[in-house]
Each structure stands twice: as C-alpha cells, then as structure tokens.
C-alpha cells in the first residue's frame, strides 16, 4: 500500500480512518463519504478503494460507480455529491495555499516555493487538507517531516 505514509500507521493494517490517498480520490470523483459508510466496508473493500486509479475520466467515473455502489449496497442510498474544484489547489505547483504557509509558520517552518513544486500532488493535498482552520491537524508537524520539508 504504497499510498499511505508513516503518519497513518497507527490505522493502516485496519484502514479503520479513511487514508489520505482516498480522501483525495473522494475529492476527484465528487463524493462525500462518511466515516460511518467507511466502516461498514470490509477490509477487501478499503483496500481496493485505496488500490483504484482515479487519476483520468475514465478512472473517476469508475471509482465514482464502484464507490457509490458499495455505499448503496450497505446504505441503500447512495452517498451525497461534492462541488469538484476544476482547479483544486493541490495540482498548482506554483502557489502554496496561505493556509498551508500559515500553518507551517505555527510550527516555525518556511516551505520554500521549489519544495513545494517537488511534492506530488497527493503530498500537497494532505499539506492542504491538514492546515485546514477547526480541524484536528495533529499529523501536520509529522507530515512536513515525512515530506522532508523540515
């Protein structure tokens, strides 16, 4: 499971919180999953949903189908549709978000623009997703770590 990183180990072997890599996937395809959908899959499930390409069309609506048809399977309705960003931040190479720059400035850390642009595009979604103000950002300070930003 190359798409998981050091800061989620204390949940991979389960996948019992939704890893980062398929949050990012949940953003592409446009579908709000909850945490309650997520653990009535089973651990095949997880783990194809964290396997699935979701990079191009055809990708997406795939993943789209399979997810939205494993929520209906234990749901019986499917999952609500999100707003997909045309241009989501975490593709621009050339601009950090200022929440991801205010968030490392509260760590004392400067993330120099060439960094940033070396990171793939799912290291600066989970930068992004884990600056985000009123959310539990404790794997922010081990994220930079990780991406050796620090």
Same mark, same amino acid.
């Given at each position: 499971m190359?798409? *998981?990183?050091?800061? #989620?180990? /204390?949940?991979?072997e389960s996948? @019992?919180?939704? +890893?980062?890599? %398929? @949050? &990012?996937k949940l953003d592409t395809c446009g579908v709000k999953l =909850? *945490?309650?959908? $997520?653990?009535q899959f089973n651990l095949e499930e997880r783990q194809k949903l964290l396997q699935? !390409?979701?990079k191009n069309a055809p990708d997406i609506a795939h993943y789209e189908q399979y997810l939205?048809? *494993? %929520? #209906?399977?234990?749901t019986g309705t499917p999952a609500? @549709? &999100? =707003?997909? /960003? !045309?241009? +989501?931040? $975490?593709?621009? #190479?050339?601009?950090? +978000? !200022?929440? %991801?720059?205010?968030?490392?400035?509260?760590?004392?850390?400067?993330?120099p623009l060439e960094? $940033?642009?070396?990171?793939?595009? *799912?290291?600066r979604f989970i930068l992004i997703k884990l600056s985000r103000p009123g959310h539990e950002n404790k794997n922010f300070l081990p994220a930079l770590k990780e991406f050796n930003l620090i």
């Open positions: 190359s798409d *998981l990183f050091q800061f #989620e180990q /204390d949940f991979v996948l @019992r919180c939704i +890893p980062m890599a %398929v @949050r &990012l =909850k *945490l309650t959908h $997520w653990h699935l !390409p979701c939205q048809g *494993l %929520v #209906e399977k234990y609500s @549709r &999100l =707003k997909i /960003d !045309p241009h +989501p931040p $975490w593709l621009e #190479e050339q601009s950090i +978000p !200022p929440t %991801v720059l205010e968030k490392a400035a509260t760590v004392s850390v400067t993330i960094k $940033w642009a070396n990171l793939s595009s *799912l290291q």
